[in-house]
């Protein structure tokens, strides 16, 4: 069995091949290829914090396995991450242990991939201005993603931390040479522009439908937990939702709390990024509809990175052997 580390992981990975792997599991998906449960959450009593059990199998890299990762908001106070994932794969054939990799980077850079990938299927080609509200770890990783797939030329960012803020952009200026504004709102982070981008644990809205322009595309990444909310929920209602799945987003994702209080209504909710990749369902309809994307994390999306990772760590003799 090989072990990966954080930083063998961060060596095999880079965004590009994130996103052509990212873009692949999610057509799989569409297909019945790649298969996953809805994820499994363990609370514990009195903290703030969960942990999620991710199961997947993936035909085209032949793998299956599992990450085990948490989500503790008030670890950042702790200066820990807010994150941490770990993943064990197996020959989907014989159970046979095939590595243990340290999945935290693969969570973010998965993440970060597939809101390129919604970005490239849902947003107008043009779009070149993106808000992020949020300037955590998966605000760098999705706008490094949409640098890719979109001709970005202006990044504004609103984080309640304004050390948050400032990291934020000194990071972004490692591969983003365009104009960097800083928010005090909001609203002014997100008026006029063609993406949005939020990633807060946030447990009440933050954007509201009168700041949103006609044909914005909105990566909605921090709400998944059952409770957690950051878009008005009319913006919902009025825009073309498209899920990563459709039970985990009910159940934890940006429409669970709207459709909990029966604002939104189950039927609204249907189509996934799996069917547009993977050309069965239409993405987008017209130039001036909002698109949100509602992502709440997919095993499959896990298990396939961790799959490319393990076998390029083969062909290129790194990470550690741990059990023969
Ligand atoms: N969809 C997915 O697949 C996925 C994957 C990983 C993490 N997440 C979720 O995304 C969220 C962010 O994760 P992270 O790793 O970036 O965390 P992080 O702690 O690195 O960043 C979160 C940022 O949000 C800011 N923030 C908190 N409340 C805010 C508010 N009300 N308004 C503005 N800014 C606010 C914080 O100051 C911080 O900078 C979490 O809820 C996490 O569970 C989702």
């Known amino acids: ?11 095999l990975y880079s965004m590009d091949e994130a996103l052509a792997v990212v873009e692949a599991a999610t057509r799989e998906y569409g297909l019945g290829d790649a298969t996953m ?18 199961p997947a199998y993936c035909k085209q890299l032949n793998v299956a396995g599992v990450k085990w990762v948490n989500s503790h908001p008030d670890n950042q106070h702790l200066n820990l ?24 980077r693969i969570t973010s850079m998965r993440t970060g991939a597939v809101g390129g ?21 998966q605000a760098y990783y999705q706008a490094m993603a949409i640098c890719k797939v979109r001709p970005v030329t202006e990044i504004r960012i609103y984080d309640l ?13 490692e591969f983003f040479n365009g104009k960097l504004v800083e928010c005090d709102t909001v609203s002014a982070c997100i008026k006029d522009v063609d993406i949005v981008v939020t990633s807060t644990p946030s447990r009440s809205p933050l954007v509201e439908l009168a700041w949103v322009a ?19 929920p009319m913006i919902l209602v009025k825009g073309r939702i498209v899920v990563d799945d459709v039970a985990q987003a009910s159940h934890s994702g940006e429409i669970n709390v709207p459709l909990h209080n029966k604002v939104l209504s189950k039927h609204k909710v249907q189509l996934s990024i799996a069917d547009v990749v993977s050309g069965q369902k239409k993405g987008r309809l017209s130039r001036n509809q909002i698109t949100i994307f509602d992502s709440t994390g997919l095993g499959v999306h896990d298990i396939a990175s961790a799959g490319y990772i393990y076998r390029k760590a083969l062909d290129t003799q790194i990470g550690t052997q741990i059990v023969d």
Do not use: C
């Open 1 to 11: 069995m090989l072990h990966i580390s954080e930083s063998d992981a961060f060596d």
């Open 117 to 137: 990938i919604a970005a490239k299927y849902l947003s107008r080609p043009h779009s070149h201005r993106v808000g992020f509200v949020g300037a955590g770890v």
């Open 81 to 104: 991450p807010t994150v941490r994932a770990w993943i064990l794969l197996n020959d989907p054939a014989t159970a046979a242990p095939l590595a243990l990799i340290d999945g935290t």
């Open 214 to 232: 006609p044909g914005t595309h909105i990566n909605a990444i921090g709400a998944d937990a059952p409770g957690k909310q950051e878009l008005d």
């Open 161 to 173: 931390s304004r050390e948050s803020q400032l990291r934020f952009s000194r990071q972004v200026r």
């Open 37 to 54: 449960p809805s994820k499994i959450y363990l609370e514990i009593p009195g903290q703030t914090g969960d942990f999620r059990a991710m």
